[in-house]
């Protein structure tokens, strides 16, 4: 089952903070982020696991709460190089499971 | 180091036609995973290759099937196209491990148009 994604698009000015919640209905055992901006490839942010502690790069961070099923991405300060529409893929079951995305969050940053 | 490449870019189909789409991954990866992108329904997992086997298929109709060779390049074939077809397919490549603790790659996709 796909998880949902909150907000759906959301529009901040530049300097702000954003966060974007992905919830699964399942138990999950780690929980991936990418970023596509419009017209190219998603990519990779971040991979948190199920035990794993909380991860981030620069300002982009991430939590992952096992208890309640769910991850959020933290954008900090954010810059307009953040816009685009961020995907969390889950997986519910250790070993060969499908990663399931949900359906994106379009954060566009203004000046 | 090369990335994931996808051919075509583009391409458009009439209804009833077949298509077959391209996927390189990135040398060394093992999996190929292909996933469908249509606004609003966000990427749609298709299937899962690694070592030429199929290890994780998705809820698509049976006129969706891919294949891998044993250089890990991956295609993708759909027949008896529908309007409902249309849509930006995406491959991605990993190492392919079985924990699934490294990310996907992925290429720039081949937009599929279905007239």
């Known amino acids: 089952q796909q998880p949902v994604q909150s907000p759906q698009a959301v529009i901040l000015r530049e300097g702000e903070d954003a966060v974007i919640n992905c919830s699964s209905s399942k138990a999950l055992y780690s929980v991936h982020w990418y970023r596509q901006k419009h017209g190219e490839a998603p990519v990779f942010l971040m991979i948190l696991l199920k035990g794993g502690e909380q991860k981030g790069h620069e300002k982009i961070s991430a939590s992952f709460n096992e208890k309640k099923q769910q991850s959020s991405l933290y954008l900090t300060a954010s810059q307009l190089s953040y816009s685009g529409t961020y995907f969390c893929?889950?997986?519910?079951?250790?070993?060969?499971?499908?990663?399931?995305f949900g359906t994106g969050t379009r954060l566009t940053i203004i000046p | 180091k090369a990335g994931v490449t996808q051919t075509p870019r583009y391409l458009i189909k009439t209804r009833g036609q077949q298509v077959t789409l391209s996927c390189s991954p990135i040398?060394?990866?093992?999996?190929v995973s292909w996933y469908q992108q249509t606004p609003g329904q966000g990427l749609q997992f298709l299937f899962e290759y690694f070592s030429e086997t199929q290890r994780n298929k998705g809820n698509f109709p049976g006129r969706f099937s891919g294949r891998q060779f044993s250089n890990s390049r991956s295609e993708m074939n759909v027949s008896t196209l529908e309007l409902g077809d249309s849509a930006l397919y995406l491959c991605?490549?990993?190492?392919?491990?079985?924990?699934?603790?490294?990310?996907?790659?992925f290429g720039n996709g081949t937009r599929l148009t279905v007239t």
């Open positions: 991605a490549s990993s190492w392919g491990d079985r924990d699934y603790n490294s990310p996907l790659h």
């Open positions: 040398s060394g990866h093992r999996s």
């Open positions: 893929g889950t997986q519910s079951n250790f070993g060969n499971e499908k990663l399931t």
